[in-house]
């Protein structure tokens, strides 16, 4: 499994709210998300972008192919945590791609940073804030099915929440249905136009369903053997709460795993967070192409 720390644990201070530093605790302001939006407008203007991007480990590259680039580091935000794992920029991307205005969070968040669920998913709620209303959420993750390869990308189809948290527990939101719809949760017209980008661009992909668990440690080969059984082809440390936010906000949801190494026990390989993040730039072209190909596919 992939998204892991750079090298060991990590002493995570919580911040305070009104700072750009980060928010460890449940108590997140309701109107965190507009507060914030306000102040990145201010850095990037109020263009509303066609797609927001979720990069993860090591797929942070695809930023480099936007044009007219905007950067706003995410400690410059208001409310928004900082990305304190190795192959995450920590910084939020506006420009453009095949002429459309896209959103990108160059830095992942995850729940074994210290985060509540309610935190990692707050770049969620900052897209749409700024008037995202469709997102693909990417990721490096550990091959569960015995004929993936590193390198290869996958398109998310379903996911199995192994987290046990959601980020809707606690109060809730007006502007956020506490039990949304997670049938067809990751859009399959969206998987659609994905499939058809990668053709396109000449990139080979393949589909499956992927878990999510908390992590930091790599799973066991038993809990891999669990997590086949379970019917899960991919597994890794995040996405979960990003696309239960999106889902709750209304908006459309794709996802694209990169599979960065074969999950424990599948092979007698060693699991190394560096080969992670080293497969996952080497295949960012090929992410970006697809991209690309969405972009334009959601435009044609």
């Known amino acids: 499994m992939s998204d892991g720390t750079a090298g060991g644990p990590q002493h995570l201070e919580p911040q305070s709210a009104e700072s750009g530093g980060g928010f460890f605790a449940a108590e997140m302001p309701l109107d965190a998300a507009e507060r914030a939006a306000r102040s990145v407008r201010e850095r990037i203007g109020a263009r509303l972008?066609?797609?927001a991007l979720i990069l993860g480990s090591g797929l942070g590259g695809v930023t480099e192919t936007f044009d007219d680039a905007r950067r706003v580091p995410y400690s410059d935000i208001p409310h928004l945590p900082t990305a304190s794992v190795r192959g995450h920029a920590g910084e939020l991307v506006a420009g453009t791609?095949?002429?459309?205005?896209?959103?990108?969070f160059a830095g992942r968040l995850h729940l074994y940073e210290g985060l509540s669920p309610d935190a990692a998913a707050f770049?969620?709620?900052l897209a749409h804030?700024?008037?995202?209303?469709?997102i693909l959420v990417s990721n490096a993750a550990g091959g569960i099915r015995r004929t993936f390869r590193p390198?290869?990308?996958?398109v998310i189809r379903d996911q199995i929440n192994l987290m046990w948290r959601s980020p809707l527990a606690g109060p809730e939101r007006p502007d956020e249905p506490r039990f949304p719809e997670m049938i067809d949760v990751y859009d399959p017209a969206l998987s659609t136009i994905i499939l058809e980008a990668a053709r396109?661009?000449?990139?080979?992909?393949?589909e499956g369903i992927y878990a999510g668990v908390p992590g930091p440690s790599y799973e066991t080969p038993a809990e891999i053997r669990m997590l086949e059984r379970l019917g899960a082809d991919a597994v890794a440390m995040s996405i979960i709460p990003e696309v239960i936010t999106a889902r709750s906000l209304g908006m459309r949801v794709a996802g694209i795993s990169c599979i960065t190494n074969?999950?424990?026990g599948v092979t007698s390989a060693r699991l190394d967070h560096s080969d992670v993040v080293r497969v996952a730039s080497q295949v960012v072209g090929n992410f970006g192409a697809v991209v690309r190909g969405v972009v334009e596919g959601m435009r044609g």
Not at 97 to 104: I, K, M, N, S, T
Not at 129 to 134: I, N
Not at 151 to 154: C, E, F, T, W
């Open 49 to 51: 972008p066609l797609l």
């Open 97 to 104: 791609l095949a002429g459309a205005e896209l959103l990108a």
């Open 123 to 125: 770049p969620v709620r």
């Open 129 to 134: 804030a700024l008037g995202a209303r469709t």
């Open 151 to 154: 390198g290869d990308l996958m």
């Open 200 to 206: 396109s661009a000449g990139v080979s992909v393949v």
């Open 262 to 264: 074969p999950a424990a």
